[in-house]
């Protein structure tokens, strides 16, 4: 069974920085497709980007993009997502997933992924 999980949420001021970490057991890392989402209250998950399983394929969205830098290493089993110049608009709970072979690339819809964590809260205060 693969079991994902997720950490370094928490509060911090607008304009500050936090990195997110995220590992996979139960299966090999190198198989997975990776991706970020976060859901905000009241609203629906949403992609925030994802990463191939070799890491060539990285895709973000529109609202992080420039600001936030997504990237793994196989050889420890992580995934990170470096989170720069928060805005309160970033506050939401962040979740890493996880999907087994599907290819060079990666996927931004939250329906191709079979594995989630619990989730970690990010809190941006203006």
């Known amino acids: 069974q693969v079991q994902v999980m997720e950490s370094g949420g928490g509060l911090v001021q607008a304009g500050g920085a936090l990195n997110l970490s995220c590992t996979a057991s139960?299966?090999?890392?190198?198989?997975?497709?990776m991706g970020w989402f976060r859901q905000a209250p009241g609203k629906e998950r949403e992609v925030v980007s994802c990463?191939?399983?070799?890491?060539?394929?990285?895709r973000y969205s529109d609202s992080v993009k420039d600001r936030f830098t997504i990237s793994r290493d196989n050889a420890k089993k992580t995934l990170n997502l470096q989170m720069n110049s928060l805005k309160p608009e970033d506050t939401a709970i962040y979740y890493c997933?996880?999907?087994?072979?599907?290819?060079?690339?990666?996927?931004?819809?939250?329906?191709?992924?079979?594995?989630w964590g619990q989730g970690t809260q990010v809190t941006v205060s203006s």
């Open positions: 139960g299966t090999t890392f190198d198989d997975l497709t």
């Open positions: 990463i191939s399983r070799g890491g060539s394929g990285i």
């Open positions: 997933a996880a999907v087994k072979n599907l290819g060079p690339w990666c996927s931004e819809s939250r329906y191709e992924y079979d594995y």
